[in-house]
């Protein structure tokens, strides 16, 4: 372990067998950046004196993360039609927010969807980019995040991120920029191997018109869920200001 006012240093197993280091966390960030310290690179940390992957230390996670993002394309999603081949109406039944839609409205659900595969680390929705659809986490978890610049703890030469929400298997991502027909307002990336379903908004039009009850019963479904994530962020708020009152 450092001393109190030392700073940590880092060692890296590279691909070519060769050890490189010690240096501390700033060199090691910006070997992130260029690509030389990867997911499965074996970094050694002295903070904790032993070899591990660099996906495992909490103080890349941000490098890392913004380093896949600037390599990987948006996920393209399987052709419209095609979603029944991979999922059924019997596994969407599962989710609360699906729950109240029948056998035949399920399987009309899925033929106006296409199945998107991501990786881990792999990016899901940028921020800015068109809202134009709205996906249903099958499986896995996705992370919703914002860059956040101009902070006194961030480098300057470094884009930090501030995470906003976790979002697991069952919840529905992008409807609100899709409903608004305005840009994502933050990243989404997978955490884990993800399965989506995706409906574009051409796609959701259409089922407008050709199944306007399932439609009508899928709007109820997202607006509970857009009002339930409205009141758990004014809890917060309410939370936040009370702990600033009172000097908590």
Same mark, same amino acid.
């Given at each position: ?21 010690? *240096? ?11 690509? %030389? ?10 903070? *904790? ?75 899901? +929705? ?10 249903? *986490?099958?499986?896995?978890?996705? %992370?919703? %995040? ?52 995706? +409906? ?17 019963? *899928? ?30």
């Amino acid at each position: 372990m450092p001393a109190d006012n030392e700073e940590a240093y880092y060692k890296i197993w590279a691909s070519d067998n060769v050890v490189y280091g010690p *240096v501390l966390l700033e060199a090691l960030l910006e070997w992130v950046a260029d690509g %030389r310290v990867l997911a499965d690179t074996w970094v050694f940390s002295q903070e *904790v004196n032993s070899w591990q992957p660099a996906k495992s230390l909490p103080v890349l996670d941000d490098a890392l993360a913004k380093y896949h993002a600037n390599q990987a394309s948006l996920s393209t999603p399987t052709e419209l039609g095609q979603a029944s081949d991979s999922i059924t109406a019997n596994y969407l039944r599962q989710f609360d927010a699906l729950a109240g839609l029948g056998q035949a409205e399920l399987e009309q659900f899925i033929s106006h969807c296409t199945v998107v595969e991501i990786e881990e680390g792999g990016l899901i +929705m940028k921020k800015d980019s068109p809202g134009d659809g709205l996906y249903l *986490v099958l499986s896995g978890e996705t %992370r919703v %995040r914002l860059i956040v610049t101009g902070q006194d703890w961030a480098p300057e030469h470094l884009q930090a991120y501030t995470n906003l929400a976790t979002v697991k298997a069952g919840s529905f991502i992008g409807e609100v920029a899709m409903f608004s027909q305005t840009p994502r307002s933050a990243d989404v990336i997978a955490l884990t191997p993800c399965n989506l379903l995706f +409906m574009s908004a051409e796609a959701f039009r259409n089922m407008m018109k050709t199944e306007p009850k399932l439609a009508l019963a *899928v709007v109820f479904a997202l607006g509970q869920i857009m009002a339930d994530r409205m009141v758990a962020g004014n809890q917060r708020l309410q939370s936040m200001a009370s702990s600033e009152f009172l000097g908590l």
